[in-house]
């Protein structure tokens, strides 16, 4: 699990989540994850999701596609989502080559790198995401992709 | 033919997102050994086998990716040799002292088409893999400590101008293609496997929508049960894993992709085949990509051309 402090929980400042929810109290027997529900609106998809792993690690568990899953570290941004509504927290570093402060204030974020806190609305808005979701997912579609690209 | 001029890869250098989370990761998952840090706060590392003091080196930073990647030639006539190859072909060159990076000699540093920075030195401290030079045993306890890979072997990078960064390896550091990937027209390379030695590839590069851009730095083990291992121990690590374990097709090497945590691709491979520069190269057109990168399963993983740092 990553070991680091939580950061600012946005759009829910001073509701004490973290301390409820943190990575400490994860191995304890009578810990019972909670759960939320997710919205993914670029594929229509609903899926409920544990409060206690991230946005991404949850989704992919529950095999929803919407979001694409890519490195799961913060490194590669092909699971940048937009939040369109809800409380999440920053549990991980983002790379800043991807996500920039205003990003960050207008909940453009990883959703490998935040936990849900309260029910959430999503859109999927990875460079590579949105165009892939909407193309087909074929040898074609990649090679077009980089085509385009160049 | 005796291996001359450029010999190996000799060190990656990553940027991590957290400096301690993946010091953790490189030392007890990945099983490379931790060999020091420098006055820039830069932690090095290299595979149990490996005689000279380092094949990695990662440093904190807000974004992934890899900074340069480095080779070694055989001696200092030959990297001032490949320096003034490398001007000549237009290139422009610098120098970094001796002693900027622990135990390593003067190292010329360049820029290629693709964006990528890629160095050359000829010295760097013979520290040994605790073997001995004299009577050695096979291996010893580091062997078996995590993954424990017994090198970094390659690297896949990507960029835009594939073409350029190729031509430079071919044409003036002495590489020789091994294997490509050929998009719908036959003539336009996705991806290129180049190779300065028997191996299959020391580099390799990928066509990709953004320059300087990392798709993994691999690390060699020594059968397909020691893969399997890796798999085994990812698993318990919650590693997050891209493609296998499987074969691929291409370079016939069996592979696990998987990412660190600062989602910085490396790979976890064994096999292939022992190539020579003599050899015709094997080319996959891009519509068999998919048996190309995971030949068990035949199925294209989009995430090999969509997904770098
Ligand atoms: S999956 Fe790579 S940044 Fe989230
Ligand atoms: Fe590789």
Redesign the interface.
């Known amino acids: 699990?990553?070991?680091?402090p939580a950061e600012n929980t946005q759009r829910a400042r001073g509701d004490g989540m973290e301390t409820t929810h943190s990575e400490m109290t994860s191995g304890q027997a009578d810990c019972v994850p909670s759960f939320v529900t997710v919205f993914i609106a670029n594929s229509g998809e609903t899926g409920r999701c544990r409060t206690d792993e991230s946005l991404l690690e949850g989704l992919r568990r529950l095999g929803k596609r919407g979001v694409?899953?890519?490195?799961?570290?913060?490194?590669?941004s092909?699971c940048k989502v937009e939040v369109v509504s809800g409380r999440y927290a920053r549990f991980?570093?983002?790379?800043?080559?991807?996500v920039n402060d205003r990003d960050l204030a207008e909940g453009r974020v990883l959703a490998?790198c935040i936990r849900p806190v309260s029910a959430l609305e999503v859109r999927a808005i990875g460079r590579?995401g949105d165009r892939?979701a909407a193309t087909d997912?074929?040898?074609?579609?990649?090679?077009r992709?980089?085509?385009e690209?160049? | 033919m005796a291996i001359t001029g450029v010999l190996r890869p000799g060190h990656a250098q990553l940027r991590v997102l957290n400096l301690e989370e993946d010091v953790k990761f490189y030392r007890d998952v990945l099983g490379l050994v931790e060999m020091g840090r420098d006055s820039y706060g830069r932690v090095y590392f290299k595979g149990w086998d490996e005689r000279d003091h380092h094949s990695l080196v990662i440093r904190q930073a807000d974004r992934a990716g890899i900074d340069l990647f480095a080779f070694k030639v055989d001696g200092v006539a030959t990297l001032d040799k490949l320096e003034g190859d490398l001007n000549a072909y237009g290139v422009e060159t610098k120098r970094i002292p001796a002693g900027e990076m622990l135990n390593t000699g003067e190292r010329v540093s360049f820029v290629i088409p693709n964006g990528h920075t890629i160095e050359l030195y000829a010295e760097k401290k013979d520290v040994g893999n605790g073997l001995g030079y004299m009577n050695p045993e096979p291996w010893n306890a580091a062997a078996e400590k995590g993954i424990a890979p017994t090198r970094m072997d390659h690297a896949l990078l990507g960029g835009v101008d594939l073409d350029g960064a190729r031509d430079i390896f071919v044409n003036v550091l002495g590489f020789y293609l091994v294997e490509e990937v050929v998009a719908e027209d036959g003539k336009t390379q996705i991806a290129v496997w180049l190779s300065c030695s028997t191996k299959t590839h020391d580099i390799a590069f990928v066509r990709a929508p953004e320059d300087g851009k990392l798709h993994h730095v691999s690390y060699w083990l020594e059968t397909w049960e020691k893969v399997l291992r890796a798999a085994d121990i990812m698993s318990m690590n919650r590693v997050p894993v891209d493609i296998g374990p499987t074969r691929h097709g291409i370079t016939r090497g069996a592979t696990i992709y998987a990412f660190d945590r600062s989602g910085n691709r490396f790979e976890t491979f064994s096999g292939g085949y022992i190539a020579y520069p003599d050899m015709h190269p094997l080319t996959w057109p891009i519509d068999h990509l998919p048996e190309g990168l995971d030949f068990a399963q035949r199925k294209l993983h989009e995430t090999f051309l969509t997904v770098f740092s």
């Open positions: 699990m990553p070991n680091l694409p899953v890519g490195c799961r570290g913060g490194g590669c092909v991980r570093p983002m790379s800043r080559e991807y490998c590579m892939l997912k074929t040898t074609t579609g990649a090679t992709l980089i085509a690209e160049r």
